[in-house]
C-alpha cells in the first residue's frame, strides 16, 4: 500500500537478512522488537493453535511488510512467518520504524494496508465455508502468481516450495481433497505438478475455475 518512493525509503532504514527455505522468520509469541520488508521470495503466515493444530492466515510476497502489528501495539506475535522459498528481507527495528513512519506520515497508508489484510482474511473465511474446493484453489494458486509476478502477464508460471499438505492447509480441507482439485486443474489443462511445484499452464483456464460456482 506504500508509494515505491515510501518503500525505497523504508528499505533504507534497515539491514538486509536472507531466510532459507522452511526457516522461521518470525516466531509466534516472540516480542516484536522489529519486523522485516520482505523484497525476494514467498512467505506463510500462521497460528499455531494451543492444542498443537495450525491454521494457514495468508500468503506473503515482495512488497509485503511482516510483523508490523506487534511493533505498533506492542503485544507478542499471534502469528508466524515461514518462508516456502528462499527471501530476503530488510529487517527494520521498532523504534526505527515507528520513527520513519511518523515522520513520512504514513499512519493512513499502513492503516489502508491493515484494512486491506481484514478484508483479506474475511473474503477467505467466507470462501471456505460456501465455494467449492476446486474454486478455491484455484483462486490459491490465482493468488500465488499474483505473489511471485509482482502482477506481470506470464503465458507459464513456475510455483515452487508448497507440499500438498500446505496447499490443503491453505483452502481448508484435507489433503486428499486438494490432490482431488489439482487433478481436476490437470485435467482441464489449467495446470501441470510435479514434486513440490506447480505450474499454470493456461492462465485464462485457472481464472475461469476461480470464477466457476462448480
Known amino acids: 500500500m506504500l508509494s515505491d518512493e515510501a518503500w525505497r525509503e523504508l528499505l533504507g532504514q534497515g539491514t538486509t537478512r536472507t531466510f532459507r527455505e522452511r526457516s522461521v522468520m518470525l516466531r509466534q509469541g516472540a516480542a516484536g522488537t522489529h519486523l522485516l520488508a520482505l523484497t525476494g521470495g514467498l512467505a506463510k503466515v500462521v497460528c499455531r493453535e494451543p492444542g498443537g493444530a495450525m491454521t494457514w492466515l495468508a500468503f506473503r510476497g ?31 527495528e521498532a523504534e526505527r520504524f515507528r520513527w520513519f513512519v511518523e515522520q513520512r506520515g504514513l499512519v493512513m497508508d499502513l492503516m489502508r494496508q491493515a484494512l486491506s489484510r481484514l478484508r483479506e482474511s474475511d473474503a477467505h473465511r467466507a470462501e471456505l465455508l460456501t465455494l467449492p474446493v476446486v474454486v ?79
Open 62 to 92: 515482495p512488497g509485503d511488510l511482516l510483523g508490523e502489528v506487534s511493533v505498533f501495539n506492542g503485544t507478542p506475535r499471534t502469528a508466524e512467518v515461514v518462508s516456502l522459498t528462499p527471501c530476503t528481507a530488510v529487517v527494520l
Open 136 to 214: 478455491r484453489l484455484a483462486r490459491a494458486l490465482l493468488r500465488l502468481v499474483e505473489l511471485t509476478t509482482s502482477g506481470a502477464e506470464s503465458d507459464v508460471v513456475r510455483l515452487t516450495g508448497l507440499s500438498q499438505e500446505e496447499i490443503a492447509q491453505a483452502i481448508g480441507v484435507t489433503r486428499n481433497a486438494a490432490i482431488t482439485g489439482l487433478q481436476r486443474l490437470r485435467e482441464s489443462g489449467a495446470v501441470e505438478t510435479a514434486r513440490r511445484a506447480i505450474v499454470i499452464k493456461d492462465m485464462k483456464v485457472l481464472r475461469d475455475w476461480a470464477t466457476s460456482a462448480t
